[in-house]
C-alpha cells in the first residue's frame, strides 16, 4: 500500500471489496468474488485521472468507494488525509461535499418527478448548503450550457445528452473539488459522447476541478485526463501520464485494450481482445490474473504475482507522476515493441463496441486543439439550447 499525500483531496489507500455470493447448495461453501483489490489511486487537486478497464474490472465498484457509498474490506479512504471510517457524523457531510458524481445512466439517476430546478438545488438543501440557491441554480444552468427556460422542465422533456447535463449541474451544486464520472457517455449517442466529454473538460478548467473519469473506452478518457490507470479484475496493472501509456505501454492488457480501439474511417481494424479465458474473481490465481490471457505468459506469471512497479521506483523511491506496470515484463526490454501504428490510429476514435467515431458533416472528427468533435449548435444531436427535448431515439 503506498500512502497518499496528504495533499489528496480523495485517496484509496491499498483498498480491497470481496462480495459475500449466495450459497449455490444449503451446505455448499461461502463463496467471495474480489471486485477490488490492492488498489491505490490518490486524487490531488486539479488533477484529471482516467480509470479505464472491461466491464467487471472494478471501475464502478472504487467509485462508490471513493464516494464513501461502500466501505472497503481491506485499505482505507482518506478525504484531506482524513480516514473517512472514522470521521465523526457531524464532519462526514462537510467531507462529502468535496467529492461529487456523475452516473452512467442519466435518466436512472434523475428524479423523473422533480423540475431541474429542484433537482439541481436538492444537494444545496441536502448539505444545508447556505448560498442563494437561485442565483447557483442559473450559474449552474449557464455553465452546462441549458438555458434558464429548463429549470421549469422534467427530466423526460429532455434528451440524453441533456439529462447528463442536468446531472453535472446537480453534481456541481456544492461546488465539489473532485467529479467523480462512471462511464458518463457510455450510454450517449456519439456526437453528443463528444459534447458532453468537451463540457466536462471546459468545466474542470473553469472550476479547477479534479476529475475521476471512468470508462471502458481508453480514447474517451485521453482528450481529458493528464493519467490513467488500467484495471483488470479489481486491480491496477498499470497507470502513468496519459500520452506514455498510448505510446509506450507496458502491461500487455494495455495493449490489447489499445489495439480494440475501433478507428475512423475503416483504416485500421480494432482488434479484439485476445481470446479470452479470464478467471473467475470468485477463484483469482496465485500468480498474474491475466496469465490465462496473455500471449507473454512464462513460468514466474502462473507462481508470482508481478508488483505495480516502474523502472524509476528502483532507484529513486515512489515517483507518483511516473508510469508503472504490473507484469514481469514491464521495463525489461523483453516485450516486443508496441504497435505505435495501431495506436495512433485510434486516437481519435471515441466508438466503443465495435462503431466508427462519426464525424457531424464532414468536419474532422477531432478538431486542431486535439478536443473531441462537437456538432454545430442545432445540428439535430443538439436541440436549442433549453430548448424541447429531442426525441429520446434521435440522441441515443
Ligand atoms: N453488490 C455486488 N455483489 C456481488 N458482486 C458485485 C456487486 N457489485 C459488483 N460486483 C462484481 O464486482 C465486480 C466488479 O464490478 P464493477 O465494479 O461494477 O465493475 P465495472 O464497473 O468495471 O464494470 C464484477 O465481477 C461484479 O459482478
Ligand atoms: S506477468 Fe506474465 S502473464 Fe502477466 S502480463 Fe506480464 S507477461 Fe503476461
Ligand atoms: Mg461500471
Do not use: W
Not at 94 to 100: A, H, K, M, P, S
Not at 226 to 244: A, C, I, N, Q, S
Not at 282 to 296: D, I, K
Request: glycine letters at 8%; proline letters at 11%; charged letters at 25%.
Amino acid at each position: 500500500m503506498n500512502a497518499a499525500p496528504a495533499t489528496s483531496i480523495v485517496a484509496a489507500e491499498g483498498v480491497a471489496r470481496h462480495y459475500r455470493l449466495a450459497r449455490t447448495s444449503l451446505f455448499g461453501p461461502r463463496r467471495h468474488l474480489t471486485a477490488l483489490r490492492g488498489v491505490d489511486l490518490a486524487v490531488p487537486p486539479g488533477d484529471r485521472v482516467g480509470v479505464v478497464g472491461e466491464s467487471g474490472s472494478g471501475k464502478s465498484t472504487l467509485a462508490r468507494i471513493l464516494l464513501g457509498l461502500e466501505r472497503p474490506d481491506e485499505g482505507r479512504v482518506t478525504y484531506g488525509g482524513q480516514d473517512l471510517a472514522r470521521a465523526a457524523e457531524r464532519d462526514l457531510a462537510g467531507l462529502r461535499r468535496d467529492v461529487q458524481i456523475v452516473f452512467q445512466d442519466p435518466m436512472g439517476s434523475l428524479d423523473p418527478r422533480l423540475t431541474v430546478a429542484d433537482i439541481v438545488r436538492e444537494p444545496l438543501r441536502a448539505l444545508r448548503i447556505e448560498t442563494d440557491h437561485d442565483a447557483r441554480l442559473a450559474e449552474l444552468l449557464d455553465a452546462v450550457r441549458l438555458g434558464p427556460e429548463a429549470a421549469s422542465r422534467y427530466p423526460h422533456e429532455f434528451s440524453g445528452g441533456q439529462r447528463q447535463r442536468i446531472a453535472i449541474a446537480r453534481a456541481l451544486a456544492p461546488r465539489p473539488r473532485v467529479l467523480v464520472a462512471d462511464e458518463p457517455v457510455s450510454a450517449l449517442d456519439v456526437s453528443v459522447r463528444a459534447q458532453i466529454l468537451n463540457l466536462l473538460a471546459d468545466l474542470r478548467d473553469a472550476y479547477d476541478l479534479a476529475l475521476v473519469l471512468i470508462s471502458h473506452d481508453l480514447a474517451v478518457v485521453r482528450h481529458v485526463c493528464d493519467r490513467v490507470l488500467v484495471m483488470h479484475l479489481g486491480e491496477v496493472v498499470e497507470e502513468g501520464p496519459t500520452e506514455r501509456l498510448f505510446t509506450d505501454p507496458q502491461h500487455p492488457y494495455t495493449r490489447a485494450l489499445l489495439q480494440a480501439i475501433p478507428t475512423i474511417g475503416g483504416g485500421l481494424p480494432a482488434a479484439p481482445l485476445a481470446a479470452d479465458d479470464p478467471p473467475s474473481p470468485t477463484e483469482l490465481p496465485v500468480g498474474c490474473a491475466y496469465a490465462s490471457r496473455c500471449p507473454h505468459v512464462f513460468d514466474r506469471c502462473h507462481a508470482e504475482r508481478p508488483p505495480l512497479a516502474g523502472p524509476s521506483e528502483r532507484d529513486a523511491g515512489i515517483d507518483t507522476a511516473a508510469q508503472r506496470a504490473a507484469c514481469h515484463l514491464a521495463f525489461s526490454g523483453a516485450l516486443p515493441p508496441f504497435d505505435r501504428q495501431a495506436a495512433a490510429a485510434g486516437r481519435h476514435a471515441t466508438a466503443p463496441e465495435g462503431r466508427p467515431a462519426t464525424a457531424p458533416e464532414g468536419r474532422p472528427a477531432t478538431p486542431p486543439e486535439g478536443r473531441p468533435a462537437t456538432p454545430p449548435e442545432g445540428a439535430p444531436a443538439t436541440p436549442p439550447e433549453g430548448g424541447p427535448a429531442t426525441p429520446p431515439e434521435q440522441d441515443r
